[in-house]
């Protein structure tokens, strides 16, 4: 089969947090309940596709977020050179998931109308909404679109056989999933349509959000987009990394391999 895919979670970076910090409401127990965050490597007989390009040191450093595993240093881990990778699925333009500008030169980037549309319009001039964009980020994505860089998208469109990208939004207005054929099923990666397992199988709201109705709805389409609830990936649970087996003994942790079936 030519239109299934290998899928690759590269872990990077670290945020102890309360759970209270991940919900609408709050959490009634409160206890601990730290996200991580990833980038994810799609490969195949279509080539090498990556998920979303995370953040550097420098804003690491001034968000109080910790990197482990350098994003260049993952993909070196499992044999990508940064300068190799020609696609790039942008789920969104939150400072988590769209700074390092420069670490790959030669990919183009595939990324929701309105989602652009969203992060440099009306919405921007609200401390609130663009709080959670990095300025210089989103206008290194700007460049990208003067140096015809960018493919846009409206809406559903598959990229290869067996790679699709899906419109969303809720929790930023363009953001989209990502759903791939493996030979274990049809996987989503969630991104930031489920932060947590928790949002989903319990139907709560990550604090940061455009429109909560859009969030709810986005957990169904998710579920009917995947083979099963087990083949939705949320974006920053650490508990992936438990569920899935680990690329290679070494990467334990750090890199695991989301074309393989899940514990239990
Ligand atoms: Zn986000
Ligand atoms: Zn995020």
Not at 9 to 31: M, V, W
Not at 72 to 88: C, V, Y
Not at 109 to 132: F, I, K, N, P, S
Not at 246 to 262: K, T, Y
Request: proline content about 5%.
């Amino acid at each position: 089969m030519t239109d299934t895919h290998e899928i690759y979670a590269i872990n990077y970076g670290k945020h102890e947090r309360k759970a209270s910090e991940n919900y609408i409401g709050g959490d009634p127990h409160d206890g601990p309940e730290p996200i991580v965050y990833y980038v994810w490597v799609i490969k195949g007989a279509h080539g090498t596709f990556l998920v979303d390009t995370g953040f550097d040191p420098p804003v690491a450093q001034r968000r109080n977020r910790h990197i482990g595993h350098p994003i260049n240093e993952g993909l070196k881990a499992i044999n990508i050179a940064p300068e190799s990778i020609k696609d790039i699925i942008v789920t969104h333009l939150h400072w988590d998931h769209s700074g390092n500008a420069d670490m790959f030169p030669n990919a183009r980037y595939h990324l929701q109308d309105c989602e652009m549309e969203y992060a440099t319009g009306r919405c921007m001039c609200h401390q609130q909404q663009r709080a959670v964009f990095e300025c210089d980020y989103v206008v290194d994505m700007v460049r990208k679109v003067y140096a015809g860089r960018v493919t846009y998208h409206n809406g559903a469109v598959e990229l290869a056989p067996g790679i699709s990208i899906h419109h969303i939004g809720g929790h930023s207005k363009g953001l989209q999933c990502v759903r791939v054929n493996t030979k274990n099923g049809v996987v989503v990666l969630a991104s930031d349509c489920a932060h947590l397992y928790r949002h989903i199988d319990e139907g709560r709201v990550f604090p940061i959000t455009y429109n909560v109705g859009d969030v709810l709805e986005g957990y169904q389409t998710l579920k009917k987009l995947a083979s099963s609830r087990a083949h939705v990936v949320p974006g920053h649970d650490p508990k992936v990394l438990d569920l899935y087996p680990a690329a290679s003994d070494a990467l334990r942790g750090w890199v695991a391999r989301l074309d393989a079936a899940p514990k239990g």
